[in-house]
């Protein structure tokens, strides 16, 4: 299964939680992707079942420290994450610090040693040169995934950057597209594009062609 069921409001309760882990199991998802303070609650909901634990570093800004980043990854992975999705360093990106970008990567690379990495870009806020250079800095980084979007953004995924980071990484990273994605008809249209991982809020919606 290509989704993972997402829940990241603010507002979201440890009964919302217990709801998502329900809806993953019963509708086989892949995984579940949830804030940092939840990832051991939800690990602990799905112990009988193949979901995974995805949790969220650097979230939705990604302007944290470094050293945050790192903290936040391995408590994660201390609390049982099976994936660590993490938020770019947009605004020193946009400065074309390009050496302080890959670094920040780097180091959450280094420390989830062991567990997927996937790396969001949040493509709204980005030039199309910019993404280029994103995905070069996670080919050189050794990531898994690079992902459009956190949701929180200005914009979510679009087919245009699907191709785009397509075309520049090609088969040497997973892609997971991100945000706005409500229909089954739009996720084909992604996965056909050659996306490995579709993230959404909607996934019950997806899976029942509504």
């Known amino acids: 299964m290509y989704i993972d069921h ?3 409001q603010a507002t979201a309760t440890q009964n919302d939680i217990i709801q998502l882990c329900k809806e993953a199991v019963i509708h086989e998802f892949y995984a579940v992707c949830v804030a940092g303070c939840y990832t051991a609650f939800a690990k602990a909901q799905l112990q009988q079942s193949p979901v995974k634990t995805a949790s969220v570093i650097g979230f939705p800004l990604g302007a944290m420290t470094t050293a945050t980043k790192v903290f936040e990854t391995k408590d994660a992975l201390d609390n049982g994450a099976d994936e660590i999705d993490m938020v770019l360093n947009i605004g020193v990106l946009k400065t074309a610090d390009l050496k302080t970008v890959a670094a920040d990567i780097a180091a959450v690379r280094k420390a989830s040693q062991g567990a997927v990495l996937k790396v969001i870009f949040e493509n709204c806020y980005l030039t199309d040169n910019e993404k280029r250079l994103a995905c070069n800095i996670c080919l050189d980084t050794g990531v898994d995934f ?9 914009g ?12 520049t990484v090609g088969d040497h990273l997973k892609i997971k ?8 008809d739009t996720a084909l249209a ?13 996934g019950i919606a997806i899976v029942q062609n509504s």
């Not at 690079?146 to 200005?154: D, R």
């Not at 597209?177 to 089954?184: C, E, M, T």
């Not at 992604?190 to 809020?201: A, H, K, M, P």
Request: net charge positive.
């Open 146 to 154: 690079i992902k459009t979007s956190t949701g929180f953004g200005t």
């Open 177 to 184: 597209a991100s945000g706005g994605i409500k229909d089954r």
């Open 190 to 202: 992604y996965i056909e594009l050659g996306v490995d991982r579709i993230g959404t809020s909607s």
């Open 6 to 8: 997402t829940l990241l």
């Open 156 to 167: 979510g995924a679009t087919l245009a950057d699907i191709i785009l980071m397509k075309t």
